[in-house]
């Protein structure tokens, strides 16, 4: 199965309110990284986490590497925040960095 | 810093042609990972280089595909017989260094096998 299970693949939100992203690990993993990706398709780096919780404006993640799971909370989303969101973890040799199948987040007004 | 550097940003080739991308990590960077994008599977790790040796390539399909780096500012991907579901997005990525957090992509080649 898949080592990194992403939740929900699509999220829909109203101007304003807020919401979690989830991924759990099968497997115990070292971090977390979590990104977007924008308009021309590239990944931007959101938050990169080896344990506990980042906190960047209305974006805030943590990770549990015990429980295995990784969270990203939006919240007061804006129209600009739509997109496809992807955490992806290390494993523990921070060989490979196994990506979730996204969410993808749209905003309405 | 221009980031990540890969070229083309589209490639479209013919059923049996052989395709071969290109990276240029951020200066400085000892490590480089090759990731391909597909509706159907996510992004999948295909290989990883650190001081241009490569360490693991087990997400490389075993024909048709290699990937090298004969020095630290280049990395190659090529594709020989391309097949239509070798069509994808592929991305490289680099680290400062080995076990060191951030990955930073670049914008990806968007390859279209006809």
């Known amino acids: 199965g898949d080592q990194v299970e992403q939740s929900p693949s699509a999220l829909s939100l109203h101007e304003g309110t807020g919401s979690a992203l989830r991924c759990n690990f099968t497997?115990?993993?070292?971090?977390v990284q979590w990104f977007r990706k924008n308009s021309r398709g590239s990944l931007i780096n959101l938050f990169y986490l080896a344990s506990g919780t980042k906190e960047n404006g209305r974006l805030k993640s943590a990770f549990d590497s015990k429980e295995r799971y990784s969270t990203l909370h939006i919240r007061d989303a804006q129209l600009e925040d739509s997109g496809t969101y992807f955490c992806a973890a290390f494993d523990s040799g921070y060989n490979k960095l196994t990506f979730g199948k996204g969410t993808v987040l749209l905003v309405s007004p | 810093n221009a980031g990540v550097i890969q070229t083309p940003r589209h490639k479209v080739t013919g059923k049996g042609q052989e395709a071969t991308l290109w990276c240029e990590p951020i200066?400085?960077?000892?490590?480089v990972f090759w990731y391909r994008q597909t509706i159907v599977q996510g992004l999948e790790f295909l290989t990883y280089?650190?001081?241009?040796?490569?360490?693991?390539d087990s997400g490389m399909p075993k024909e048709r595909f290699s990937a090298q780096m004969p020095n630290q500012s280049h990395s190659t991907l090529k594709i020989q017989s391309t097949q239509p579901q070798d069509s994808a997005v592929y991305l490289c990525a680099s680290s400062l260094d080995w076990g060191q957090n951030t990955l930073y992509f670049g914008a990806g080649t968007r390859l279209s096998v006809l």
């Open positions: 497997t115990t993993m070292r971090a």
């Open positions: 200066s400085g960077h000892s490590a």
């Open positions: 280089f650190r001081n241009q040796a490569p360490i693991d």
